[in-house]
């Protein structure tokens, strides 16, 4: 992770390392002027300490990040170029190199309702991109139907790793494997988590028949790739709006695939969706996907059809 490691002063780099050596697997660090630096991992909270190289569990004699901090490590971020990054702060985030998101809040500037730019920034939310590669080896002989798969949807409530799983699909897919040849697939990254893409090349491996579409509203990049690149499977994350929807059901009468994620806690909340009631009726999706995580913070997954009756 010298990556996010390399963007920090040069007298806060041992702090940031000690996350990443003390076996935390950090998913976020969190940046917030005049407040004490937070690493988040596995479902808990730590501080930077203030005396040696390490992570301590309380924020008593913890670093408070200082505005020189952030004014440094923002030029660093930027590669001393803020106005290079403006197009991708609009959307509150941009990408650095190794994929790893960073979310920002601050003083916007706004123009008839629409942010324009930031100003004063006075909060950074590094989001660290880690692939782990095998954790869907399980799961997709459950997504296979014949020569392609189901119509999918991974579903589980924020931080339990939806995304993880479904980059790890598209790489065994776009692979192949004895049980099904490799597919082409178009990948929509709305918000650079999939491919975690760093000047338009893709960081992350998702096998060798994939095409991505990289900081693209996810309705109109479906529509995109299904005109340019004829992808058998198309994957997108976070599928949600009407647009979205209408996108799906017009790929879906294409004859295309969809491998997707979704916001739900369980089955009972996604019925309650507005346009789940109506996919279930007409019979879109063959397999919805329910996401938690174990006592020990280890990723589960329970297989439905789609009668949503469960299979495993």
Not at 57 to 65: A, L, V
């Amino acid at each position: 992770m010298e990556e996010i490691i390399n963007v920090f002063p040069s007298a806060l780099r041992p702090l940031c390392r000690a996350a990443f050596e003390q076996g935390l697997e950090p998913e976020e660090i969190r940046l917030r002027i005049g407040r004490p630096v937070m690493v988040l991992g596995k479902g808990r909270e730590y501080f930077w300490s203030q005396k040696e190289a390490r992570l301590q569990d309380g924020r008593e004699q913890s670093y408070i990040w200082q505005d020189e901090d952030m004014k440094e490590t923002l030029s660093r971020m930027s590669r001393y170029s803020m106005y290079a990054l403006e197009e991708e702060l609009r959307n509150g985030f941009f990408t650095i190199q190794g994929g790893h998101r960073v979310g920002i809040a601050g003083r916007t500037v706004c123009e008839q309702g629409k942010i324009l730019s930031f100003r004063n920034i006075c909060s950074l939310n590094i989001r660290v991109a880690r692939q782990k590669k095998g954790c869907a080896k399980d799961l997709l002989p459950w997504l296979i139907q014949e020569d392609s798969i189901y119509n999918t949807l991974l579903l589980s409530p924020p931080g339990v790793g939806k995304t993880t799983v479904l980059r790890d699909c598209i790489r065994l897919l776009s692979e192949g494997s004895k049980a099904l040849p490799g597919k082409k697939i178009g990948v929509v990254d709305e918000r650079s988590e999939i491919a975690a893409s760093f000047l338009g090349v893709v960081q992350n491996d998702l096998g060798d028949r994939t095409d991505v579409l990289d900081a693209c509203p996810k309705a109109e990049g479906m529509r995109l790739l299904l005109r340019s690149m004829s992808p058998q499977i198309l994957a997108v994350d976070e599928l949600g709006g009407k647009e979205d929807c209408l996108a799906v059901e017009e790929a879906l009468h294409c004859g295309c695939r969809i491998l997707g994620t979704m916001h739900a806690r369980d089955v009972e909340e996604l019925q309650e969706k507005m346009y789940l009631s109506d996919w279930l009726a007409k019979g879109f999706f063959g397999r919805f996907v329910l996401l938690a995580l174990g006592s020990e913070g280890e990723r589960r997954f329970s297989v439905y059809d789609g009668g949503l009756q469960k299979l495993c």
